[in-house]
């Protein structure tokens, strides 16, 4: 299994500002994936990441809100823009294993904003 | 209607029961079928995956049933260490989530 780490693990920002959460993943993999999970609730997904090409969103999240970076095939980034309290969640990525068709997730970003 | 429906539960067992867990997918064109565990402030974890055939690894044992779009998980022998949330995952064109269901093994 892929061992995958994000940074910040956790912060708390003001209404207004901008976070960039980073995830690496120990080995190439060819998809990753950008979920947020309110709590108490399910993990809704955002985007995949693609390398070499545009990220594709999910239906209610925009490139604008949250740009993806995915410069390599173990390296990708998530920005939270313009945040606003609704925005308080934790933000997960994770990679598929490939042959296995599942996917490994990262300990997640627990944010907050004020 | 959702993509995945879970029982949230709590489910509250004493140890060495036997509990088990269903979760219902609306897209007869899944293709593949998993269960996570989910501790308090984790991320996911994959358990198992589900298969036609049913599978066992060791306490746990997952069943699919295609014709009526379930799956099941199947905990015996509980342990409080089996204590957490646990995820029902259907891979269509995407993963989807269930919102999982609360397990709390008491002494």
């Known amino acids: 299994s892929a061992v995958i780490s994000q940074k910040p693990s956790r912060d708390i920002c003001q209404r207004g500002t901008s976070l960039t959460i980073q995830c690496q993943v120990d080995s190439q993999v060819t998809m990753m994936f950008w979920y947020r999970q309110q709590p108490g609730q399910s993990l809704t997904l955002i985007a995949t990441?693609?390398?070499?090409?545009?990220?594709?969103?999910e239906s209610g999240f925009v490139i604008d809100k949250f740009p993806i970076s995915r410069p390599n095939l173990t390296f990708s980034t998530l920005t939270v823009s313009n945040m606003s309290p609704e925005d308080s969640s934790i933000y997960l990525c994770?990679?598929?294993?490939?042959?296995?068709?599942?996917?490994?997730f990262g300990p997640g970003t627990r944010l907050l904003v004020l | 209607r959702k993509e995945v429906e879970q029982d949230p539960g709590p489910f509250n067992v004493p140890e060495g029961a036997t509990v088990a867990f269903n979760c219902t997918y609306s897209?007869?064109?899944?293709?593949?079928f998993f269960w996570y565990r989910q501790d308090c402030r984790k991320e996911p974890k994959l358990l198992m995956s589900v298969y036609s055939s049913g599978n066992e690894d060791g306490r746990f044992t997952a069943q699919l049933n295609r014709a009526s779009q379930y799956i099941s998980l199947l905990i015996r022998d509980s342990k409080l260490s089996d204590s957490a949330t646990y995820l029902c995952?259907?891979?269509?064109?995407?993963?989807?989530f269930g919102t999982g269901t609360s397990l709390t093994v008491i002494p």
């Open positions: 897209n007869s064109a899944s293709q593949s």
């Open positions: 990441a693609n390398q070499g090409s545009e990220a594709t969103y």
């Open positions: 994770s990679a598929d294993s490939g042959w296995a068709e599942t996917q490994y």
């Open positions: 995952v259907v891979n269509g064109n995407q993963f989807y």
